[in-house]
């Protein structure tokens, strides 16, 4: 154009172009509709200057194939991101009520339908553990998983993933109230019992050797996540447990958007594919929540100790999203119940869930 | 697509998840057993000779029964509290 050096105007393509309207789109739901801004809107600036033509960004040794080398292709951030989730975890309703750990379990049954699902329509084993993790509703795990397995659908995948852990007070209640009758989201539960620090700090321990033994490739981020928990809970490094929930969360989220954006190029992410990883997706994140509610009117059959099955919604992680959409629905039935520490209990119990599911697909497939 | 495979990996999978989450569960239960136990209120001490126990429920009915008795509500300090001394 300048007679001297090529400018992107004439090589950019008409991928390229929407895939620029599709960062847009997504700094637009960060900021317009406060949709999961904080990995939002790195992916879709990372979505913009990837698709820049002659950047050299994304190419070797270019700035953003640095970071999505290091952080991800490496599997090093998604990790770290549970270190920090695990110093922000609380997990004292789960030990206050530990049977509701088993609605954390249930709810990963959308994961399994969806991977089937996937293999249906003809993606591979390790596109459909990618797709199917998508149910656990826990983004880092989506990226690690996907990293891992099928790197070229990582866009989507998390795209998908964070899309609908924000889409939670939209998808999840028609699920719930459709599962559930009207007696059964006025049941009132127990108040939860107050738990030792002891207690408190035991867990991260025995949980760690107990899941690591039964599932080692959930190492990485059950490590992560019980190691940031007993910063939290030990009261004695403070400092640290304050930089794991804060500065340290916040640069990887920082890496871990642009990251993923850098991997959302016009040729692999404007594919059919991409549209039947978004369709799986939501089908992942609706059996699942369906598998949490059906699960906790299995156990009312069972136990003394009545729960109430909206619980179960929240077993699929989205922490703490979900447990607000189950307070939400619980209240619109009887506005004096109040679930929402109830619901924490399988919230955090689906982040190990999915996990734990992470680790056997790695281990089976990887 | 090897099916086989895939129904193992499914089959597998949900049965790992919820084995593992069940095992966590029992050992919950049981550090919140055995911490509860730990922090149990002791047992009274046993009595040794010459030791009195005194019953503060016994005490008040004889006080009460004494004031009656000062009041004039009953002409001699004969209540059932007092008898039994």
Known sequence: MFGVFETGFEVLTLGQIIMLLIGLLLIGLAIKKEMEPLILLPIGFGVIIANLPLTGLTEEGGLLQLIYNYGLAWNFIPPLIFLGLGALTDFSPLLANPKTILLGAAAQVGIYVAFFGALLLGFSFGEAASIGIIGGADGPTTIYVTSTLSPHILGATAVAAYSYMSLVPIIQPPIMRALTTERERKIVMKSLRPVRKTERIVYPLVATVIIILLVPHSAPLIGMLMFGNLLRESGVVKRLAETAQNELMNILTIFLGIAVGASMSAQVFLTPRTILIFAWGIVAFAASTAGGVLFAKLMNLVCKEKVNPLIGAAGVSAVPMSARVVQKVGQKADPDNYLLMHAMGPNVAGVVGSAIAAGIFLGMIG | ?85
């Open chain 2, 1 to 85: 697509m090897d099916w086989n495979f895939a129904l193992r990996i499914m089959s597998s999978g949900l049965s790992a998840v919820f084995i593992t989450l069940f095992l966590l569960y029992l050992v919950m239960k049981a550090v919140e057993k055995i911490f509860s136990k730990l922090e149990a209120p002791a047992a009274p001490p046993e009595l040794e000779a010459g030791e009195v126990v005194v019953d503060m429920k016994e005490i008040a009915a004889i006080t009460g029964a004494i004031y009656a008795y000062l009041e004039g509500k009953e002409k001699t300090p004969s209540s059932s509290a007092l008898d039994r001394r």
